[in-house]
Each structure stands twice: as C-alpha cells, then as structure tokens.
C-alpha cells in the first residue's frame, strides 16, 4: 500500500503510549498521511541497558502478523523471532509429548522478545517523516473543547500539543481512559487474578539450545505451570505462573528448590539451582490483571481507548499483544468507510470492537484452565483428535477454537459462538451413539431373555403340528 498524503496531511493525531501497539498504530497513521505525536512516558528504551517493566516474551500470530504486514514490517519483525509448531508438554515423571497447534505447516506461532519487537517498531515509526516521538513525556489530560493534549516532560514543565483526537495506548492502568471517565460515563471493570509471576532463564548449553527449539514448553500442575520460550540467543524466557499464596510460603533458599524439584525436576537441570534461588529472591511476583472497558470512544468521538487501556487479558492464550495489533486493522477498516472522519470512525469502531475484546479477555482465562489442567486429560486430547479429524474433512464448516483465535481473523465473538455451536453438535452426537448403543444392548439383552422361551416353544408347539400336517 503506498502512503497517502491526500486529504489526511492537514490531522493531527496524539498517541499516548509507545509501547508496541502505540508505536504500530502511529505507524497505520502515518501511512496514511495523518501527523502523529507518539508520547511515552519512559525514556527511549533503545538507549537503555535495563528497561523495567514485563517482559514476557511474546507470540506473534495471524492476528499480529497482518496488522505488521499493513505497515510493511512484518518480515522485519519475522526475522527477530523464532518459530513454534506445537507445545512440548513435560510430565511430572519427566517424559515428554508435544501437540501440534494445528494441522497445517503455516499453524505456528512466533516467539519474540518484547523488548526487541518494541525497538523494531519505535525504529521503524522514527523512519516516517509525519511521525514525531515524544519521550518522557506524562499525559495530564485533554481540554475537549479547545483540542489541546497537555503533558508533564522530564524536566516537569507542562507541554501543550494542538490535535484532533487523542488515543490511549497506555496500558491497564491508563492515563487517558483516566481523563474520558472525567467527562463521560465508562464501565471499567478490572480483576486481578490470584495467580501471579516470575520469570528465570534457561541459558544456552554448549552454545546449544538447552531444548527443542521450536516449541512452547510447558509444566503443567493444574493449579499452576512453568511455561519456555525459545530466543535467537538460544536461551528460553521462562515464566513461572504460581498462586500467589504458594509464592508467599516459598520463604527459604530450600523451600524453592524442594518446590521446583518436586514439581519441575527436568527443567531444575536446564536453569541451574544457583540460577534458580538467586533470581527468586532478587525478583518480585508480578500479578496480573484482566480490564474490560465500555465505550471504548467518548460520545464526542475526539478520545479512544485501544490495547491493553480498553482489555488487558491474562497472557493464557497469547493475545494480548495480536488483539492490539488487531485494534489498528479494525480502526482502520472503519476510518476508511467513513472516509477517515474521526468521530464516526471511533463511533463505528466501539460498535464493533467492544464485544470481540471482552469475548478474548474470556477466552485467555479460560485457556489457563487447558494449559494447567486440561492437556493433562486423556479427554482433552480425545477431543483435540476429534476437532482436527473433522477439521480436515470440512475446513470450512469445523474449525478448532485454538485455531479460530489463533491461525484466523474471525471475530473473537464469533469464535466462542461457533465453539459452542461445536460443543452443542457434540452432546447432541453422543447422545444419538450412547441411544444407539442402549437399544443395540437392550435388544440383545431382551433376545437372550426371550430366546430359551421361542426355542422352547418352536420345540413343544411348531414342529410336533408341522409333523402332524405331514
């Protein structure tokens, strides 16, 4: 798509948030030839040897992909990442199995750095001429009648910009949805979940991966896992998801490795017991917190919430960061059909967008349940098997929910209708085979009762008549 300059150069836009999906819709933006200050309240990361904040790493899909793929930067950020196909599930007993995402070559995922998929974004709005990045820099607030965004810089002198709408990119605890419940009414509902994280590293061996590359490794204990994912380093970012009241009895350097040798003792070798107590009393557990907003757009349509502002999720299904990206395609399919006016574009936009974020913000809780428990199952796997047999047959009629979310744009609200379509289909074809089965061992129980009786009386009534006609 070349870049468009026309009737869209004389709009200014103010994005609050450089993170990743701040600096990608700035980046929509100035594709379309509308000027965007880019504001971010910490320093530029790219000039910083340790960034505070989550780092988890991220897994890139569809979703992502072809938002990236707008802006013409999806190969770049392709290249710093590193495929995978299907999770590596460690037992207890150490043994290991792996299930595929899905059935094709192209059902994979992409493990990244989150720090390194920010500076490959920042680096590539910096590149467009109608891009102006503004660091350090602290939202105040939005006088609505004047158009004017004001900030706190470093120094602590407030700063005033001039622009026709503002968007929040900032994050679950937003600034600007702050400032939009001052002057209309909002529903902001958020849910701090009980289980909480800490990452470690499993460090390259022999200048080897310690693992398999090209899965996401898992430990699932049903309350809790340990989660790898691969780098280009060939190190793994390795999360420990944990009920904070577990957390709080690990109080000894014995207490956590006794924990972890009882319930992850392969990966005890992969991180190192030196390596393991050190980061655990160096770290904080970070918690983790879930946010469904509604409007995403105040009435006047000059302020809009996007990313993790509108619907921070839990990381379960690694959409947190594909549904932002994802943010920018559906504004922008709906600027460009109210050719790009912002009040009905933002109008148009909350219309459709609210009830796809809060279906995914459900979703991600609900694939904790299956990364910690539910692959344990024999049940699951059964129904896995049953979802890619029908799959292959009809592609375009049955289509597995991991793969809806994760390999497809289908509206994350339809995804859980046509899930509980599938589930409903399903109750209904077991009780058609469990009838059938009952009427097939009712008939032959009746036979068997019945049989002495009718051989009986062939025996003592049919054949002595059948002789005496003869």
């Not at 890619?388 to 390999?407: E, Q, S």
């Not at 994350?412 to 061992?441: E, K, P, S």
Request: aromatic share 12%; hydrophobic share 40%; proline share 4%.
């Amino acid at each position: 798509m070349s870049e468009e300059t026309n009737l869209q150069s004389a709009k200014v836009v103010a994005i609050v948030g450089g993170g990743l999906g701040g600096a990608l819709c700035a980046c929509f933006f100035a594709k379309h030839g509308i000027h965007v200050h880019l504001f971010e309240l910490r320093p530029d990361i790219r000039t910083q040897k340790v960034v505070k904040g989550r780092s988890i790493n991220m897994a890139l899909s569809r979703r992502g992909r072809d938002a990236l793929a707008y802006v013409d930067c999806e190969t770049t950020i392709v290249n710093n990442g590193i495929a995978m196909r299907a999770r590596m599930i460690h037992d207890l007993d150490c043994t290991k199995h792996s299930i595929p995402y899905g059935t094709r070559p192209d059902h994979e995922i992409l493990s990244i750095d989150r720090r390194i998929l920010n500076e490959l974004l920042l680096t590539e709005a910096s590149h467009r001429p109608n891009i102006n990045i503004h660091f350090q820099h602290k939202f105040v607030g939005w006088d609505e009648d004047n158009k004017i965004a004001s900030f706190d810089d470093a120094s602590g002198n407030r700063v005033e910009f001039s622009a026709d709408a503002v968007i929040g990119y900032d994050g679950c605890h937003s600034a600007v949805r702050t400032a939009m419940m001052k002057t209309d009414a909002i529903n902001v509902t958020q849910e701090y979940f009980d289980t909480y994280y800490m990452e470690f590293c499993i460090s390259p061996q022999s200048n080897q991966f310690a693992m398999e590359p090209n899965y996401l490794h898992i430990w699932p204990r049903h309350q809790f896992m340990l989660i790898a994912l691969p780098n280009q380093d060939m190190s793994f970012t390795t999360t420990l998801f944990l009920p904070i009241s577990m957390f709080r009895k690990l109080k000894t350097a014995d207490d956590v490795l006794n924990f972890f040798g009882q319930y992850f003792p392969d990966a005890v070798s992969f991180i190192g017991t030196k390596e393991i107590v050190e980061t655990f009393f160096s770290s904080k557990p970070q918690p983790l917190i879930t946010t469904k907003c509604e409007p995403h757009a105040t009435y006047r349509g000059d302020m809009l919430l996007m990313g993790d502002a509108a619907h921070s999720m839990a990381p379960f299904y690694a959409q947190g960061m594909n549904s932002a990206f994802e943010d920018c395609i559906v504004l922008f399919d709906k600027l460009r059909e109210n050719n790009f006016d912002l009040p009905k574009a933002f109008a148009s936009y909350n219309d459709t967008r609210v009830r796809d974020t809060h279906a995914i913000v459900d979703l991600s809780m609900y694939n904790h349940r299956e990364m910690t428990h539910l692959v344990t199952l024999r049940s699951f796997h059964w129904r896995k098997k049953i979802d890619n047999f029908l799959y292959r047959l009809f592609p375009h009629w049955w289509i597995p929910l991991y793969t809806m979310v994760t390999f497809t744009r289908i509206p994350y609200h339809q995804c859980m209708t046509l899930r509980q379509r599938q589930d409903r289909t399903l109750q209904i074809a077991r009780r058609i085979g469990y009838t059938l089965v009952g009427f097939l061992v009712a008939r032959r129980f009746v036979w068997n009762t019945i049989k002495p009786f009718v051989v009986q009386f062939i025996a003592d009534e049919v054949l002595p008549r059948l002789e005496i006609k003869k």
